[in-house]
Each structure stands twice: as structure tokens, then as C-alpha cells.
């Protein structure tokens, strides 16, 4: 009886302590952590909006899509971005990144988190070009921090609103050996066009 | 021991992955480039030097029939810091490549197998060390490989292209080209094991676990 009160006792010490440590840390990583998490999105929102967006602010999600507001230096509206999501690309959940005009053009569009398999989805998923040693080196510029991926450029300057697919006249591009990978784009950015469709209907019906 | 043999040890003559074999899933899983792989080292090599320094620091306190659950406990701190460390100040790419790895790094057997077989025996400073570079040891491995796969599957290092327009070879990036370089390693390890001893004059004999008499595969295919 003695002996277990002894191990719970030690043990629970144990974990006072480690608790203790935790909630130190968590305390000082908590503000770097929530920025770190800004940061990151608006480096991504920043590649897919106008470059003279000078301040982003998150809406309310819908329907699984986020959407972000695109401010400029005097805090006029200047465009949107949207995040939307396909449960079905090859290795589970891929997020698209659209930025939008305010009239719902189709400004770029990349993926902003995936687990793709490498080398097949990530030709749909990717728009990366590396850099070679010999070119830093050679101190050579920096690189285009948006290259172009003829599949995910194929949406841009389309209009939202309706369903886009692989054929007819609003027809996009898709990778052949890339299919569901492709198609996982294509889900996502059809739940943004739907969700922009339902948006722009509820804020007619406020204005009524 | 000296205090340079603690350290060297866990880096060459007992590194954790191609002498101890111990912590492979991991090692399967990030080595897919030489980024994920010094990432995922450096992790477990704060984790290891952290918690072998609190074992061995309380060792006299912890009671035998407890120690695992303490152990536990302590490796479980160590890798709940390491992951809001790396949350807040590492680069987001990296931190969703490695994702689930880190949290797991709980029950990589490396952690605990040093805290049971070394720290709980050793005084703070050697079992320090003994972490450091057993970790060290396993960063250099999964950076070997980690270096290898990327290289042949893109023709980079670090994500910086060494030979420009490489072929490319992307079943190295996948868990089948983790199995395959992991056993080109092992293998080339073995042999230098074998010639090492051929050269001094011994004869070479297979580890126990490794022998005919442990292992009764042909036995159960002679049987049917």
C-alpha cells in the first residue's frame, strides 16, 4: 500500500513539473506561433492578389471557403482571395488559393497545401522553379516568386459563377497521368465559384 | 569511457540507424530530402540531449517499477517544446513536411532506448553527451540518405539544383526509394564490417539475429 502511494506520488510529481514546463513555454511561443501562422498566409494571399494590396482582412467561412478581403493604402475594397478545399486529390486534402476580382474574375490561382505524390500530382500542384547552385553562385537575380504551371494559369481570367470542367467552351486544362489530381483542383475551385455565387445572392438580398 | 568516446559513439561506432537500427520509421519517412532530414535530426537531437540530461539528473529519484512511464513523461516535454519552437520561428514548408513526425518522436524507440540503456546508469554530463551524439549520429544518417534520394530523384541539394535538367527520378522520393537507398547503406555498412575484420585477420561471424539458427523462414517453406 505504502510502495503504491509512493510510485503515484513520484510520478504525479513528474507531471506537475512537465505541466509546469509546458504552460512556460506555451506562454512565450504563443505570440511568435499566431504570427508565424499571419505571416505564412499572407506571404501565400500576397502571390494571388494585386500588388497594391496593403492590407488583408479574413471573413467569415462558408461552405468550407474562407475568403479574404484585399484592401489597398486608403482601405478600399481592391479584390478577394479564396481558400477552397478537395477532400479527393491522391493523398487526401488539397487547398486551392484563388485571388478574385471584385466582379469575380479569376486573378491566379495556386495550391496552397497538399500531399501530392511527387513528380505526378505535384505537376498539376506546383508552381516551383529551383535554383541552381551555379546560378547563386554567379550571383545571379532572384526568381519569379510565381511561376507559371500551364494547368493552374488555365483558370486565370475565367469568370466564377457556374461549374468549370475539362471540355466545352469555359474549358480548363488538366495533366494526363495527373487525373485525380486534376480533378481535386477543379473540385476545389468549383466549391469557391459556388460559394462566391451564394455569397454575391445573400449580399443582394441584404441590400434589398 | 572518455568524454570524446560518449560523444563519438552514438555518431559512428553504434549510430542509432545503420548499427542500432533503431528509429526507422522516421527515418523512412523524412528522408525525402536533405532539408526534411537535417530538420527532423536536429529535433530529435534536442529531444535526445534534453531528456537524457533529465533522466540521468533524476534517475536516483525515480523508482524502478515507474521509470518508463517517467521517461515518458520527460521525452513527451521535451518534444511538446520542440514542436511550439518550431511552430513559432521554423519555416512554415518545413513544419507541414515534417507534420505528424515530430509529435512522434515521443516513441521513437532512439529517445528511450538511450534513457533506459545509458542515462538511467550514467552521471549528467556522459549521459549528455550520449544524446548529443546519438543524435548527431542519426541527423547524419537521415541526412545521407536524405541527400542521396533528393539528389537522384531531382538533381538537387537543399532544393538548389546541382546538375541543371536532370532527368529525374521520382521513385526515390517515394516510400519504395526509402526502402531501396536504406538497404544500398546497410549494405555498404555490412561490408565494411566484414573487410574490417577479413583485414585483422578474424573471421567474420553473422550477429545472432541475423543467423540461420534465429531465423526459420526456409524451415517454414521446406515444411509445406
Known amino acids: 500500500m505504502k510502495d503504491i502511494l509512493k510510485l503515484c506520488l513520484s510520478l504525479g510529481f513528474f507531471c506537475a513539473v512537465s505541466g509546469i514546463a509546458l504552460a512556460f513555454v506555451n506562454q512565450i511561443t504563443a505570440e511568435p506561433c499566431r504570427r508565424a501562422e499571419e505571416a505564412e498566409r499572407t506571404d501565400k494571399l500576397k502571390l494571388v492578389l494585386p500588388a497594391e494590396t496593403a492590407e488583408t482582412q479574413v471573413e467569415e467561412a462558408g461552405d468550407g471557403v474562407q475568403f479574404f478581403r484585399a484592401l489597398d493604402a486608403e482601405g478600399k475594397l481592391l479584390a478577394y482571395a479564396a481558400e477552397g478545399t478537395s477532400n479527393n486529390g491522391f493523398g487526401g486534402e488539397l487547398r486551392v488559393l484563388a485571388g478574385l476580382s471584385t466582379e469575380g474574375r479569376i486573378l491566379g490561382v495556386l495550391v496552397s497545401r497538399h500531399s501530392e505524390t511527387p513528380g505526378i500530382g505535384t505537376q498539376v500542384t506546383d508552381r516551383k522553379l529551383t535554383r541552381s547552385l551555379w546560378e547563386i553562385l554567379a550571383g545571379k537575380a532572384e526568381l519569379d516568386p510565381f511561376p507559371p504551371n500551364a494547368c493552374l494559369d488555365s483558370y486565370a481570367d475565367k469568370t466564377l459563377g457556374g461549374t468549370f470542367s475539362f471540355d466545352g467552351a469555359n474549358a480548363v486544362l488538366s495533366v494526363s497521368g495527373a487525373t485525380i489530381t486534376s480533378k481535386a483542383v477543379l473540385t476545389a475551385v468549383n466549391s469557391i465559384s459556388q460559394a462566391w455565387q451564394k455569397k454575391n445572392s445573400s449580399t443582394v438580398m441584404e441590400e434589398k | ?224
Not at chain 2, 533529465?54 to 514542436?83: G, M, N, Q
Not at chain 2, 550520449?130 to 540518405?145: E, H, I, N, T
Request: glycine content about 8%.
Open chain 2, 1 to 224: 569511457m572518455s568524454s570524446f568516446k560518449t560523444l563519438s559513439n552514438g555518431i559512428w561506432r553504434e549510430n542509432p540507424v545503420f548499427i542500432l537500427m533503431l528509429g526507422m520509421c522516421p527515418t523512412l519517412a523524412v528522408s525525402s530530402s536533405a532539408k526534411n532530414a537535417l530538420g527532423m535530426g536536429l529535433a530529435t537531437t534536442f529531444v535526445l540531449a534534453g531528456s537524457n540530461l533529465v533522466v540521468s539528473l533524476s534517475r536516483k529519484w525515480i523508482p524502478a517499477k515507474v521509470r518508463i512511464p517517467c521517461y515518458i513523461v520527460i521525452i513527451a516535454t521535451f518534444v511538446t517544446i520542440v514542436e511550439q519552437l518550431m511552430k513559432a520561428w521554423a519555416p512554415p514548408e518545413l513544419n507541414h513536411t515534417l507534420g505528424i513526425f515530430i509529435p512522434l518522436i515521443v516513441v521513437n524507440c532512439i529517445v528511450l532506448g538511450r534513457a533506459e540503456a545509458f542515462a538511467s546508469k550514467n552521471g549528467i554530463f556522459a549521459s549528455f553527451l550520449d544524446g548529443v551524439g546519438m543524435g548527431l549520429g542519426f541527423s547524419l544518417a537521415l541526412m545521407m540518405l536524405g541527400a542521396v534520394r533528393e539528389f537522384i530523384a531531382d538533381g538537387t541539394l537543399f532544393e538548389l539544383a546541382v546538375i541543371p535538367s536532370w532527368p529525374g527520378i521520382h521513385l526515390l522520393k517515394t516510400p519504395t526509394g526509402a526502402f531501396i537507398v536504406l538497404a544500398l547503406f546497410l549494405a555498404a555498412s555490412n561490408q565494411s564490417k566484414i573487410r574490417k575484420c577479413r583485414k585483422s585477420g578474424m573471421k567474420y561471424e553473422t550477429p545472432e539475429e541475423l543467423s540461420c539458427r534465429s531465423c526459420n523462414i526456409c524451415k517454414l517453406i521446406t515444411e509445406k
